[in-house]
Protein backbone atom coordinates (compact mmCIF):
# COMPACT_ATOMS: atom_id res chain seq x y z
CA UNK A 1 0.00 0.00 0.00
CA UNK A 2 1.36 3.80 -1.41
CA UNK A 3 0.18 6.48 1.04
CA UNK A 4 2.51 9.00 -1.35
CA UNK A 5 0.90 12.08 -1.49
CA UNK A 6 -0.28 12.11 -4.68
CA UNK A 7 -4.02 13.41 -4.40
CA UNK A 8 -5.59 16.34 -5.21
CA UNK A 9 -4.44 19.18 -3.92
CA UNK A 10 -4.67 23.04 -4.00
CA UNK A 11 -2.57 26.47 -2.14
CA UNK A 12 -5.61 28.44 -1.03
CA UNK A 13 -8.53 27.43 1.18
CA UNK A 14 -11.20 28.45 -0.91
CA UNK A 15 -10.37 26.07 -3.93
CA UNK A 16 -9.45 23.23 -1.50
CA UNK A 17 -13.32 23.29 -0.64
CA UNK A 18 -14.00 22.14 -4.43
CA UNK A 19 -11.51 19.36 -4.38
CA UNK A 20 -13.06 17.65 -1.58
CA UNK A 21 -15.22 15.56 -3.66
CA UNK A 22 -11.62 14.70 -5.39
CA UNK A 23 -9.95 13.67 -2.07
CA UNK A 24 -13.17 11.44 -0.84
CA UNK A 25 -12.87 9.87 -4.16
CA UNK A 26 -9.07 9.33 -3.55
CA UNK A 27 -9.49 7.63 -0.09
CA UNK A 28 -12.59 4.78 -1.51
CA UNK A 29 -10.25 2.76 -3.54
CA UNK A 30 -7.00 2.53 -1.69
CA UNK A 31 -7.80 2.13 1.69
CA UNK A 32 -5.99 4.82 3.02
CA UNK A 33 -5.49 5.10 6.85
CA UNK A 34 -7.32 7.74 8.00
CA UNK A 35 -6.89 9.71 11.40
CA UNK A 36 -9.26 12.61 11.96
CA UNK A 37 -8.60 14.45 15.18
CA UNK A 38 -10.94 16.92 15.70
CA UNK A 39 -12.29 19.94 17.77
CA UNK A 40 -15.96 18.99 18.96
CA UNK A 41 -16.43 22.63 19.35
CA UNK A 42 -14.90 23.67 15.56
CA UNK A 43 -17.07 26.29 14.61
CA UNK A 44 -15.61 26.40 11.05
CA UNK A 45 -15.56 22.24 10.44
CA UNK A 46 -18.04 20.95 12.73
CA UNK A 47 -17.87 17.31 13.76
CA UNK A 48 -19.65 15.93 10.83
CA UNK A 49 -16.32 16.82 8.71
CA UNK A 50 -14.85 14.46 10.52
CA UNK A 51 -16.97 11.43 9.94
CA UNK A 52 -17.65 11.99 6.91
CA UNK A 53 -14.69 10.39 6.14
CA UNK A 54 -16.22 7.14 7.41
CA UNK A 55 -18.05 7.12 4.48
CA UNK A 56 -15.08 6.65 2.11
CA UNK A 57 -12.65 5.74 5.01
CA UNK A 58 -14.58 2.92 6.78
CA UNK A 59 -12.04 2.18 9.08
CA UNK A 60 -10.95 5.86 9.48
CA UNK A 61 -10.34 6.91 13.31
CA UNK A 62 -12.41 9.47 14.29
CA UNK A 63 -11.22 11.49 17.83
CA UNK A 64 -13.42 14.15 18.68
CA UNK A 65 -11.71 16.57 21.76
CA UNK A 66 -13.57 19.01 23.43
CA UNK A 67 -11.80 21.91 21.90
CA UNK A 68 -12.98 24.30 18.75
CA UNK A 69 -10.90 24.95 15.27
CA UNK A 70 -7.23 25.57 16.51
CA UNK A 71 -7.05 22.42 18.15
CA UNK A 72 -2.93 22.63 17.94
CA UNK A 73 -2.78 25.29 20.53
CA UNK A 74 -5.20 23.79 22.83
CA UNK A 75 -5.19 20.24 22.98
CA UNK A 76 -1.69 19.83 21.99
CA UNK A 77 -0.64 16.94 23.64
CA UNK A 78 -3.98 14.96 22.87
CA UNK A 79 -3.80 15.50 19.22
CA UNK A 80 -0.11 14.35 19.60
CA UNK A 81 -0.56 11.49 21.48
CA UNK A 82 -3.63 10.35 19.19
CA UNK A 83 -1.00 10.55 15.97
CA UNK A 84 1.70 8.37 17.85
CA UNK A 85 -0.90 5.66 18.91
CA UNK A 86 -1.64 5.68 15.31
CA UNK A 87 1.42 5.49 13.35
CA UNK A 88 2.92 1.82 14.61
CA UNK A 89 -0.10 0.46 12.70
CA UNK A 90 0.04 2.52 9.76
CA UNK A 91 3.57 1.64 9.33
CA UNK A 92 3.50 -2.07 10.28
CA UNK A 93 1.00 -2.43 7.97
CA UNK A 94 2.76 -0.53 4.81
CA UNK A 95 6.32 -2.19 5.65
CA UNK A 96 4.31 -5.60 5.14
CA UNK A 97 2.63 -4.33 2.03
Same mark, same amino acid.
Given at each position: ?17 ? =? ?6 ? =? ?34 ? =? ?34
Amino acid at each position: MSIAPNWPCSPTFQSNWN =LYPAVHEW =LRPGGVPVLAVWGRNDEIFGPAGAEAFRRDAPNAEI =LLLDGGHFLLESHLDEVAAAVLAFLPAVLAATVAA
